[in-house]
Every structure is written in structure tokens, then in C-alpha cells.
């Protein structure tokens, strides 16, 4: 099986959030970056499913910076067996954009199954991976909890408001990957060893126009200072009133 | 005319409160622009239509088939792209279907996909849109330089308000359906069947402060005085304790809920729970802790021991909504 899995640098969910001097960049000073998490699900299973054809590859394929390297070394120590960086020189702001880039790397190579997160933590558009398949004209299911791929074809499983949706489609597919599909592995002294020795092959891209121009980045609008009410059970009826005649939601 | 294309989410036939969000919105923007709205509704032939034009439809287009049940995304994408044809936006609400509908659609338009929308507005002729990123920690401001876009609208920001218009109804030709294969064989209903975290006006969370997954009842309880408009969340912590369900998660890794009321009992307000509820309108916090950080961003807050409180407040808020 040869499966390639669409990987994120992002900043780590617990990085204070600084905006760069020009207003619309994150201040990257002192902001770690780690392998998106919903990425990790897509490497796992990715390997999982590698292992149990005992045969294929996974390649893993990250479009960013240079510093983008250093996560493909982290997917390569998870097991994946190569990389590929898509290096652009500045952050894309449109998915469309992302994800057709990403759909020329991934169109030539034979692949039967491509697996990307639900949504990077950063800018969380949740879209990449359904865009990929739309620009290959590949069937895809997005936000999958559990998958089973069995000859030729995948049935997956995906949650939506008050229940599951269940989706066939014959490979070869794309896939993205929600929390619940697997426990990703954290990568072991022997891999993070190994996968200094991995190909990584890196490939400079052009980063078309797009139809969206960042304009403006600032931190959330601030909530006006709330209020502790009381102590115990006999504030409920302060609360009751707040929600009534101040923030009337009751 | 320009015309603004709202995608109208449908469940079972019935006209979801988030197609009203979408259609108020698209009435917003179309009167900024002096544009018309084509609300779009794709499903089984019956579907009442009637609120789409009392929320500002000008035109509703109808596509129905009998396999239309559930949500085919070949057909909804097809269907979808003939009928944004001369648009300068289409919007869809953020859901699940939303969520896999706009990135396909926006692939085969070749148009830019702004996810996620929380405001949108328009400058000089320019749609700008404004969006959460760093899950939260920041807003995004962007401008729309293609001459058509796809937007994608974060459920509970856009109040649904009736503006009536004509909202002439016509059937809608089929177009010729591409699809790549995928195909949706059927939805298993959750056992709960009650009200989705991601779309109730009211959430009541908990975590890991209800000390064992039997107690939660107490938040059940408090839910049910909300009569049917409030759903149970849950922190992280309880859901990979097992005590609840990975569907009630609200956070990073879990759903992100925009009510008008969320409730946080036994809940820290971890950076990553924030994530997925900062943007609620009003946000209650109940914890023993006084310097928990969910005290930070809530409105209201009561320090003390959730088993004492929970059972006052919903005894409190059953008698509210009874006078
Ligand atoms: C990558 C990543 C993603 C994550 N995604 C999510 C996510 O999507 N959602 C999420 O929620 N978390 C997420 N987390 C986890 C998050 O960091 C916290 O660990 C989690 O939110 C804590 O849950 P909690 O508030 O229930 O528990 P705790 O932090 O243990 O807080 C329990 C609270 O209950 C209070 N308490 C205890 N007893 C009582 C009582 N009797 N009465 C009143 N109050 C009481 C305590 O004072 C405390 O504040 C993520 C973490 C990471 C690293
Ligand atoms: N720059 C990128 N390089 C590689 N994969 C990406 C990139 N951006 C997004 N993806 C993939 O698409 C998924 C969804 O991202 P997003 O649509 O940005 O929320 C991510 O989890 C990745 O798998």
C-alpha cells in the first residue's frame, strides 16, 4: 500500500499567541512548533495500515518554510518511510491555494490512499484534505473517527450532529482524520535515529496570488470583565438575575 | 443582478435554525452590496421552505431527488456549483455537511474558501471577513480579492431575523452530478438523541470536578430545566476518562460552540478547552477553585462546591422558565 499523509508545522496549542510588528504575522520568537495533532492520527494510521498490508510506503508531504523540516523528522521517527517539503517562502492564507499545491505533488505518484488532518490547529480551516481530493477528482470523506480499508475500497465513519454518518468510496481516496481513530505513537531514541537518515527531498514551489489578502491580525476582542457572584448555592439566585435581566438568556 | 448563494442545511426534511443563520446573513451582505439571495435547499421533494423567504430569501431554488436523503456530496457539490453560477459568495454554515460541502465547493469553483466566518462585512465593495485562528487566540481579518468566494459560517453568530422577501420557489433542474465515488450509506443515530452540543443555544459542561461519571446526572438534570434547548458538554479530561462521550468535547480537539449560554461546572478553562467556547455569548463558571482561569473569561462566575450549587440552579432555572 502506498499511502501519503499531508503534514502541518504549527505553533503548539499551549504557545502565547504575539502578533509580528506588521500586524498581520504571528511573532514566532519563543513559539514552539510541533507536528499538527490531528496530523499525528493521519501518520499513525498511515502506518497502521502499512504494516498490516506488510508492504508499501508512506510518504509524508508538508508544504511550508524550511523550518518545516524538522516535522517531517518527527513523522519520519514515527515510522514513515520518506519526505517531501513543498518549500514556499511565506504562509498562504487561501486552502484552495494550499490544497491545489499540495494535489500537483500528490497527483503523479500512484497513491492509494491520502490522509490529512480534520483542520490544523492553526488556522483551522478544515478544508486541505477535501480540497486535494477535489483537485485529483478523488473521493473523499472528511473528519473520520474509524476506518476500514479492505480490497480495493474504504468504509469510514464520521461524527455529525447527533450521530454518524457512514461513507464508502473505492480507492484510491483521500481521507481526513479525526481524534478517535487511533492512539498516535510518540517516536521511539531507535526511530528519531533512524530518521535522520531518511530521505527528505525538498522541491521550491510558487505561491500563486489566491483570492485572500490577510489585512489584519489582533487577539480576540476582549470579554468585559466578569463578575464572581457569591459563594455557593447562595448566589444562584444573583445568577438567575444576571441571566435574566442583564444577559437575558433565561 | 449579483446574486449571494446561501446553502440551507436540511435534516429528515426539516429546515435546520443554522440555514436561518446563513440566509440572515446573506441578506446582510446582499444589502450591503445591492445584491438578491438564492437560498438553495437540497433534499427529498416537501421540504417547507416558507422561513427562508421570512429570513430574506428573494429566490428559493429546490434541487430534490429520492435518493436525497442523506448528504451525497457529489450531488450537493454538483448541484451546488450550477447554482452559484454569476454569485459573488456562496455561504454555508460551518457543520459537519458544511464543513465537507465548502471546501468542495470552492476546489471546483477555483474560488477562495474563507472557514469558519464569525463576521463579515463589506468595505468599499470588498468583502472582508473576520476569523478565529491559534484556536482562538487570535482574529483574523481578511479581504477578498477574487471576484467570487466561499464562506463558511461558525453556528450561533449570525442571529437568525426575519426580513421578509417574495422567496419565489422554483424547482431546480438537476445538473449532470460528478462524483468521485464517495458515497453515504446511512446515519446511525447517536443513543442520545438529544440536542448536538455544536448547535444548542444552551450548553452545560463538565468536567473533571464531577468526580465520577454517575454524577454527572446532576448536569443532566440541569440541561433537562432548560427544556429541550440545552445540551451537556464535556471537558477533555472526562472524555478520555470515558466518562463521557468523545461527541460532547468541546475544545481544540473536541466540537467549538458558539451558544448564547454556556455553563462550565468542574472545569479548569485549560487554554484548549477556551478553543472551543470562547466565542459563546454568555459564559458561566462554577468551580471551588476562585483562581481558576475559566473565572478569566466568564461573565458570571460562583465559587463553591459544584454538588451544593448544581441542584439549587436547576431547581432556580426550571422555576425561571415556568414564570
Ligand atoms: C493538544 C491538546 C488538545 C486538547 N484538547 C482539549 C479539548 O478539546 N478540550 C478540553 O477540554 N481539553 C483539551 N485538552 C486538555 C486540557 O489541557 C485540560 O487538560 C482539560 O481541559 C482539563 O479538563 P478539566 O477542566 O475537566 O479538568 P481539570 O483541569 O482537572 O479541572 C477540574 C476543575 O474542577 C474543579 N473542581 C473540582 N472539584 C470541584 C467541585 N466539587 N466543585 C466545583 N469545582 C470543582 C477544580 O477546581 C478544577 O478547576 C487538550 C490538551 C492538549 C495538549
Ligand atoms: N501547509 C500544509 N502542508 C501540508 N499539509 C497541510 C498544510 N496545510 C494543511 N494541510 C493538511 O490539511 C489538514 C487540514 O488543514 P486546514 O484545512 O488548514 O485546517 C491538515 O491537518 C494537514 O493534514
Keep these: 500500500m502506498k499511502i501519503a499523509v499531508c503534514i502541518k508545522r504549527v505553533p503548539d496549542s499551549e504557545a502565547r499567541i504575539k502578533i509580528g510588528a506588521d500586524g498581520v504575522s504571528l511573532d514566532e520568537a519563543g513559539v514552539k512548533f510541533v507536528l499538527n495533532p490531528y496530523d499525528e492520527f493521519a501518520v499513525e494510521e498511515a502506518l497502521k495500515l502499512r504494516d498490516a498490508a506488510g508492504q508499501g510506503e508512506v510518504v509524508v508531504v508538508s508544504l511550508g518554510t524550511d523550518a518545516s523540516q524538522e516535522t517531517i523528522r518527527t513523522a519520519l521517527a514515527m515510522g514513515a518511510d520518506r519526505g517531501v517539503l513543498l518549500k514556499v517562502d511565506r504562509p498562504i492564507a487561501d486552502p484552495v491555494v494550499a490544497g491545489s499545491l499540495l494535489a500537483a505533488e500528490l497527483a503523479e505518484a500512484g497513491y492509494d490512499l491520502i490522509l490529512a488532518g480534520k483542520l490544523a490547529i492553526d488556522d483551522a480551516t478544515h478544508a486541505v484534505g477535501t480540497i486535494v481530493a477535489e483537485k485529483l477528482g478523488r473521493p473523499s470523506v472528511s473528519a473520520v473517527a474509524h476506518l476500514t480499508v479492505a480490497d480495493g475500497s474504504l468504509t469510514a465513519e464520521r461524527e455529525i450532529e447527533g450521530g454518524t454518518e457512514v461513507v464508502t468510496a473505492p480507492l484510491p481516496a483521500v481521507v481526513t482524520c479525526d481524534k478517535g481513530l487511533n492512539e498516535p505513537r510518540y517516536p521511539a531514541l531507535k526511530g528519531i535515529m533512524a530518521a535522520k537518515k531518511k530521505p527528505l527531498e525538498i522541491k521550491a514551489v510558487n505561491v500563486p496570488e489566491g483570492g485572500l489578502r490577510l489585512v489584519g491580525l489582533a487577539p480576540p476582542p476582549e470579554r468585559p470583565a466578569g463578575r464572581i457572584l457569591g459563594e455557593g448555592p447562595d448566589a444562584v439566585p444573583a445568577l438567575i438575575e444576571a441571566l435574566r435581566t442583564e444577559a437575558k438568556v433565561l | ?323
Design chain 2, 1 to 323: 443582478m449579483t446574486t449571494i448563494l446561501a446553502v440551507c442545511e436540511q435534516r429528515g426534511g426539516t429546515i435546520k435554525r443554522v440555514a436561518l443563520e446563513t440566509v440572515t446573513a446573506a441578506r446582510t451582505l446582499a444589502d450591503a452590496m445591492g445584491a438578491e439571495v438564492h437560498a438553495l435547499v437540497i433534499g427529498r421533494a416537501g421540504i417547507a421552505t416558507e422561513a427562508l423567504a421570512a429570513h430574506g430569501a428573494d429566490k428559493v431554488l429546490v434541487a430534490s431527488g429520492d435518493d436525497f436523503h442523506l448528504y451525497q456530496p457529489g450531488a450537493w457539490t454538483s448541484i451546488a456549483v450550477q447554482a452559484a453560477a454569476g454569485c459573488r459568495a456562496v455561504l454555508v454554515a460551518a457543520t459537519a455537511m458544511g464543513r465537507d460541502l465548502g471546501p468542495r465547493i470552492a476546489a471546483r469553483l477555483d474560488a477562495p474558501l474563507a472557514a469558519d466566518v464569525t463576521a463579515l462585512e463589506v468595505d468599499a465593495g470588498v468583502i472582508q471577513v473576520t476569523r478565529p485562528v491559534y484556536a482562538g487566540k487570535a482574529h483574523a481579518r481578511l479581504a477578498v480579492t477574487a471576484d467570487r468566494v466561499v464562506v463558511t459560517l461558525r453556528p450561533n453568530n449570525f442571529t437568525p431575523r426575519e426580513r421578509a422577501k417574495a422567496g419565489a420557489v422554483s424547482a431546480m433542474a438537476l445538473p449532470a452530478i460528478t462524483s468521485h465515488g464517495e458515497r453515504t450509506v446511512e446515519i446511525k443515530a447517536s443513543a442520545r438523541a438529544t440536542l448536538d452540543v455544536a448547535e444548542a443555544p444552551v450548553v452545560v459542561s463538565g468536567g473533571r470536578g464531577f468526580k465520577e461519571p454517575a454524577h454527572f446526572a446532576l448536569l443532566e438534570a440541569l440541561a433537562e430545566a432548560f427544556g429541550g434547548q440545552a445540551a451537556v458538554g464535556a471537558s477533555r479530561a472526562v472524555v478520555d476518562a470515558g466518562w463521557r462521550p468523545h461527541s460532547e468535547q468541546v475544545g481544540q480537539t473536541g466540537k467549538t460552540v458558539s451558544p448564547n449560554l454556556y455553563i462550565a461546572v468542574g472545569i479548569s478553562g485549560a487554554i484548549q478547552h477556551l478553543a472551543g467556547m470562547r466565542t459563546a455569548r454568555t459564559i458561566v463558571a462554577i468551580n471551588k477553585d476562585k483562581d481558576a482561569p475559566i473565572f478569566k473569561v466568564a461573565d458570571y462566575g460562583i465559587v463553591g462546591d459544584l454538588f451544593d450549587i448544581i441542584p439549587r440552579l436547576t431547581e432556580a432555572v426550571r422555576h425561571a422558565r415556568s414564570t
